[in-house]
């Protein structure tokens, strides 16, 4: 993806801003901004003029147009017939010049890159951590905006001759996700850097890495020390739900662990609301799913808690990988027929009860939602919320999966079982 250096320095240029972004933005009859639209493998990617579009003669006033700047010979032009030699100069010329672009169409308010939006020179890699879905991980440090202070941070790297359009939108579409999250117990979404290659995605620096890797190394640890990220866990996963948002991949690998502190992260799978009808040909968690995800393809606030319950099975065995000795298939199968992993007997039998008879129940509408989870396990450990209120409950019930997620459950419930099409470990 190349990039004109002059234009990049803009603030009111965006990098690789998604469509999906632009409503939050542009809000005004004459807002604009200059993007860049995602370049197929190969091929040099084109800046888009996107401009907000009022017009009094509409029964539904307020459409953003785009309207794709397109390079001559050594000149930038929008209409075909007013030219300038940067692009810089051409809206400037459009701006002056009213209707010059289209009648009725003119840009007025130049809108400015976010506080997530960060620069590429504000962040430095330092080392490799690892390999994610896009491309590598890396530690490093980013210099943040307002105080200048340089803090330690995780960084996601998405090369764009190595990634689709559609993993541009998927690596998009997390941080647009991770952004609206603040929580103890979620990891901290610093901004994401699209302005030119490599995509960046900045998260808070875990200082002990990955928790299933942390769990193996660390096999000794204390029950207590276990209870605790349990209890963690439950708060992140009990405030995700509030969003309302389902994460859909709850597991040991995709939490972080650093200072006495679980934070659940990685955000791929994870989509707004309640409810969730995923497409059959996909590659799926099998390990973690819940039976009406095998049978039906479904996710709703109760999948995440039988993937919780996983979760805390892995906690509590030292990161062992979930029903040992089963192939995928064998884990289907029994998972169906009703069978449910023992808890080890350092485990007290309330926190397993809790587990097998309330987090891996068949029935997901008998499932304790997270709410209940994190009632529980307060009193039990007799552990207090570290400061952060509790998350209110949604009135579609997301997290009593009760109200509006338990009428969509059981709508689907009662469709004909199906079966899982295309299955994987992850």
């Known amino acids: 993806m190349t990039i004109n250096k002059s234009i990049e320095k803009e603030q009111y240029y965006h990098g690789l801003l998604q469509r999906e972004d632009l409503q939050n933005l542009l809000t005004h009859n004459g807002?604009?901004?200059?993007?860049?639209?995602?370049?197929?493998?190969?091929?040099?990617?084109?800046?888009?003029?996107?401009?907000?579009?009022?017009?009094?003669?509409?029964?539904?006033?307020?459409?953003?147009?785009?309207?794709?700047?397109?390079?001559?010979?050594?000149?930038?032009?929008?209409?075909?017939?007013?030219?300038?030699?940067?692009?810089?100069?051409?809206?400037?010329?459009?701006?002056?010049?009213k209707g010059s672009i289209q009648p009725d169409v003119n840009i007025i308010r130049p809108i400015m890159r976010q506080m997530w939006e960060l620069d590429h020179d504000s962040v430095t890699i330092q080392r490799k951590l690892g390999e994610g879905a896009f491309g590598e991980v890396s530690m490093g440090t980013l210099k943040l905006k307002k105080s200048g202070k340089t803090v330690k941070v995780a960084i996601k790297q998405a090369k764009m001759e190595k990634v689709s359009q559609s993993q541009i939108k998927e690596f998009m579409r997390e941080a647009r996700v991770m952004r609206s999250l603040s929580h103890p117990n979620v990891v901290k979404f610093y901004g994401v850097a699209a302005g030119q290659e490599p995509l960046y995605m900045v998260m808070e620096l875990a200082t002990n890495g990955s928790l299933d890797s942390y769990l193996r190394k660390n096999t000794e640890l204390g029950v207590e020390t276990q209870n605790e990220m349990v209890m963690q866990a439950a708060w992140g996963l009990e405030y995700l739900h509030s969003k309302p948002l389902l994460h859909r991949d709850v597991a040991a690998r995709n939490c972080l662990y650093g200072d006495g502190q679980i934070k659940i992260s990685d955000f791929g799978l994870s989509r707004p609301g309640i409810i969730y009808q995923m497409e059959r040909k996909q590659f799926v968690p099998v390990r973690w799913l819940a039976v009406e995800t095998l049978n039906l393809f479904v996710y709703t606030p109760k999948t995440d808690v039988w993937s919780y319950g996983i979760l805390c099975w892995e906690i509590y065995n030292a990161g062992a990988t979930p029903y040992p000795n089963m192939t995928l298939n064998e884990v289907s199968s029994q998972v169906r027929g009703g069978y449910r992993m023992e808890l080890p007997p350092t485990v007290s039998p309330d926190i397993a009860g809790l587990i097998i008879g309330r987090c891996w129940v068949e029935n997901p509408i008998e499932r304790f939602s997270m709410s209940e989870i994190t009632d529980f396990l307060q009193r039990r450990f007799g552990m207090r919320r570290p400061n952060f209120e509790r998350p209110e409950v949604s009135r579609e019930g997301a997290n009593s999966g009760g109200g509006?997620?338990?009428?969509?459950?059981?709508?689907?419930?009662?469709?004909?079982?199906?079966?899982?099409?295309?299955?994987?470990?992850k």
């Open 404 to 425: 509006g997620a338990a009428k969509a459950l059981r709508t689907v419930i009662g469709k004909k079982k199906k079966h899982v099409g295309r299955i994987t470990s």
């Open 31 to 97: 807002d604009y901004l200059i993007r860049m639209a995602e370049p197929k493998p190969g091929e040099k990617g084109a800046f888009v003029l996107s401009v907000m579009y009022n017009n009094a003669f509409l029964e539904h006033s307020g459409s953003i147009k785009h309207f794709v700047i397109k390079e001559v010979g050594n000149k930038f032009t929008i209409n075909d017939r007013d030219k300038s030699s940067t692009i810089q100069h051409l809206i400037d010329f459009h701006r002056k010049d």
